[in-house]
């Protein structure tokens, strides 16, 4: 959203926010950017904003619309989510999503033995009793007995066998701990899921139990007296699942399942829909592209009650519990990560009188080309011009590499087919636009599998943006480059960057709250972003900045690659002669080395005069 100073406004409470209520992100980004001698926090671009008072306005937009669902259709269960860390597993995310859940019983999902710790301390430490600890991923002896372990400690766990092989390791940590557990399967659904996110769905999807697993995992439960300890179906058809009808498919498939479980006497009260609940990245509403879905969250949490509530009625089987592992509709729209376009590629060359003169100096068949593509373009004969223009340029390289013409020449062609092509009105070509950032390390979906997030500029939108642009990133790395836009555009529309000295020219990546954090790589060895967190407040400017760190230093960086930058510090050290301003200078380069003291990794927002919210302690 655009506000009066043209800049882009942030609401937190969606709609609901009211209009003295919105985060001027321009405003952010100075406090969190700008130098500490004028109340700014100094940190290094690019920089991840979050949002807590977004996440909030998710989770509870989420629980309501499931609540709506089940009360409005007088489904007999009630809805019970969890958060899937591996969309983002930042400390403060996990938290904040735990904190705003607790009223909603919502819970946590863990794919990986770190996850399982993570969510397991978050939830002792701030959980709701009965928030679910689903327990995901491959898992070995060490995995289970600690997923068992927080039962004892309260905590409502689930260990949901993604392979039948598991069922044995649960059995023997289950023995060895002596705790019993609480199981559920993921079911391979034959539902398939088209998009590039459904390649884990369908008959050959890599995770689940088949039919005849199902079967036999039933039945060895059965034979060790175990059979009360499933209790819980889960299936996952993929992410953006693209619409409901697809949605409805495979929930009413499960549900199938979940019912056939109950029938064989399992203890069964909880089915879990998975991921897969998709947001509108390209603003088309519509299930074209995996950038958009064609349904709203309500309409999702519709469609899941209705199968689901629909498949029990017909079998006679007690409506469950419906858990759902949202990911990237819960975290994707909290964060922004705002970078700085630093420079530009010039405008296309230009020729002028002073220049002409190298025409005259071209071979006699240069010359040719030269005088056809002219008359070309007085008939306005853009075909023709386009060819002779071609054709000029191609040969005119072939004569430098052979030394016939200079460089001059060179230029002097470029310049003549540039003003042609501009005066026959075809667009110039877009202009590149350098940014502060890594694709790799940032935006590592656009690189990977051609996700695209909408990118725009923070300040300035009350101007016409006069120039196709496209970005370019600070690896040497020709892939590192955003040249594809929402929209299937090929540039994006950006103002003239500010003269030297002036405001920088900030962008705003949106949406990347889920995936992008944890996915991203050092290639070049470019670290992370710093983070602010921005929360609502009655100041001045509707916000406090609760909470601020900067990026991985350069010694952070090479740690990471099991480079000593201490010792390469005094390596490098025992070459300088002057052991003064030289070695601070390194030891500055290097970034924040502990017994240097260069500074902790976490900024004090009390000494630079920010946010005393108790949050920035
Ligand atoms: N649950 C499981 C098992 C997953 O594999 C995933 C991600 O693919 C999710 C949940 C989260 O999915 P989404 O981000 O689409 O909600």
């Known amino acids: 959203f655009v506000n009066d100073d043209g800049d882009i406004a942030v609401r937190p409470h969606g709609a609901a926010t009211l209009p003295g209520q919105e985060i001027d992100l321009a405003k952010v980004v100075a406090r969190a950017a700008g130098p500490s001698a004028g109340g700014g926090l100094g940190l290094p671009l690019p920089l991840l904003v979050r949002f807590p008072d977004v996440l909030r306005h998710r989770v509870e937009s989420l629980n309501a619309a499931f609540d709506y669902a089940v009360r409005s259709t007088g489904y007999g269960g009630r809805y019970q989510g969890v958060y899937p860390v591996k969309c983002n597993q930042d400390r403060y995310v996990v938290e904040d999503i735990v904190e705003f859940g607790a009223p909603f019983g919502f819970g946590l999902e863990a794919g990986s033995k770190p996850e399982l710790l993570l969510t397991m301390s978050c939830l002792v430490a701030r959980g709701s009793p009965d928030a679910l600890l689903v327990c995901n991923g491959y898992k070995d002896l060490e995995y289970v007995s600690l997923a068992l372990i927080a039962r004892t400690m309260g905590l409502n766990t689930v260990i949901v066998l993604e392979q039948e092989e598991e069922l044995d390791i649960v059995v023997e940590a289950s023995r060895r701990l002596d705790i019993r557990p609480v199981v559920g399967m993921r079911a391979k659904l034959r539902t398939k899921h088209a998009g590039h996110f459904g390649a884990t769905s369908g008959e050959k999807g890599k995770f689940g139990l088949n039919a005849a697993q199902i079967l036999s995992v039933v039945s060895k439960l059965k034979a060790l007296g175990m059979l009360d300890c499933l209790q819980l179906l889960h299936f996952h058809i993929g992410s953006q699942i693209p619409t409901t009808a697809l949605l409805a498919d495979g929930v009413g498939e499960a549900a199938q399942i979940y019912c056939e479980l109950a029938r064989m006497g399992a203890a069964m009260r909880v089915i879990d829909v998975g991921g897969g609940l998709g947001i509108d990245y390209d603003g088309t509403h519509s299930a074209q592209t995996d950038m958009s879905v064609a349904y709203s969250l309500e309409e999702y949490a519709a469609a899941v009650v209705a199968a689901v509530g629909r498949v029990c009625d017909r079998k006679g089987v007690q409506h469950p519990v419906i858990c759902s592992e949202s990911g990237r509709a819960?975290?994707?729209?909290?964060?922004?990560?705002?970078?700085?376009?630093?420079?530009?590629?010039?405008?296309?060359?230009?020729?002028?009188?002073?220049?002409?003169?190298?025409?005259?100096?071209?071979?006699?068949?240069?010359?040719?080309?030269?005088?056809?593509?002219?008359?070309?373009?007085?008939?306005?004969?853009?075909?023709?011009?386009?060819?002779?223009?071609?054709?000029?340029?191609?040969?005119?390289?072939?004569?430098?590499?052979?030394?016939?013409?200079?460089?001059?020449?060179?230029?002097?062609?470029?310049?003549?087919?540039?003003?042609?092509?501009?005066?026959?009105?075809?667009?110039?070509?877009?202009?590149?636009?350098?940014?502060?950032?890594?694709?790799?390390?940032?935006?590592?979906?656009?690189?990977?599998?051609?996700?695209?997030?909408?990118?725009?500029?923070?300040?300035?939108?009350?101007?016409?943006?006069?120039?196709?642009?496209?970005?370019?990133?600070?690896?040497?790395?020709?892939?590192?480059?955003?040249?594809?836009?929402?929209?299937?555009?090929?540039?994006?529309?950006?103002?003239?960057?500010?003269?030297?000295?002036?405001?920088?020219?900030?962008?705003?990546?949106?949406?990347?709250?889920?995936?992008?954090?944890?996915?991203?790589?050092?290639?070049?060895?470019?670290?992370?972003?710093?983070?602010?967190?921005?929360?609502?407040?009655?100041?001045?400017?509707?916000?406090?900045?609760?909470?601020?760190?900067?990026?991985?230093?350069?010694?952070?960086?090479?740690?990471?690659?099991?480079?000593?930058?201490?010792?390469?510090?005094?390596?490098?050290?025992?070459?300088?002669?002057?052991?003064?301003?030289?070695?601070?200078?390194?030891?500055?380069?290097?970034?924040?080395?502990?017994?240097?003291?260069?500074?902790?990794?976490?900024?004090?927002?009390?000494?630079?005069?920010?946010?005393?919210?108790?949050?920035?302690?």
């Open 330 to 617: 819960l975290v994707s729209h909290h964060s922004v990560l705002v970078f700085e376009a630093f420079s530009a590629s010039a405008p296309a060359a230009n020729i002028d009188s002073a220049t002409a003169y190298l025409l005259d100096e071209l071979t006699d068949d240069c010359r040719n080309d030269y005088r056809n593509l002219m008359a070309a373009a007085v008939r306005g004969d853009f075909e023709t011009c386009a060819l002779y223009a071609d054709q000029l340029k191609r040969r005119c390289a072939e004569q430098f590499k052979e030394g016939v013409l200079g460089l001059e020449h060179l230029a002097a062609v470029d310049g003549l087919c540039e003003i042609v092509a501009r005066g026959m009105g075809v667009a110039e070509r877009p202009r590149t636009y350098n940014i502060n950032l890594s694709v790799f390390t940032s935006l590592p979906d656009m690189w990977a599998i051609e996700q695209q997030f909408p990118i725009i500029p923070i300040q300035r939108l009350q101007e016409r943006p006069a120039i196709d642009g496209i970005l370019s990133d600070l690896t040497c790395d020709s892939d590192g480059k955003v040249d594809q836009f929402i929209g299937g555009r090929h540039s994006l529309p950006l103002h003239e960057l500010p003269s030297h000295g002036t405001r920088g020219y900030y962008l705003g990546m949106f949406l990347g709250g889920a995936y992008q954090e944890a996915l991203g790589g050092l290639h070049n060895l470019f670290g992370g972003p710093s983070v602010v967190r921005v929360s609502q407040s009655d100041g001045p400017h509707c916000f406090a900045v609760t909470r601020a760190a900067p990026g991985p230093s350069c010694a952070d960086v090479l740690r990471a690659m099991q480079h000593e930058p201490e010792v390469m510090f005094e390596v490098l050290k025992q070459r300088i002669t002057d052991d003064g301003a030289t070695a601070a200078a390194l030891a500055r380069a290097f970034g924040a080395m502990p017994y240097l003291s260069f500074g902790g990794s976490e900024v004090s927002l009390e000494s630079s005069g920010m946010s005393s919210d108790s949050e920035g302690s």
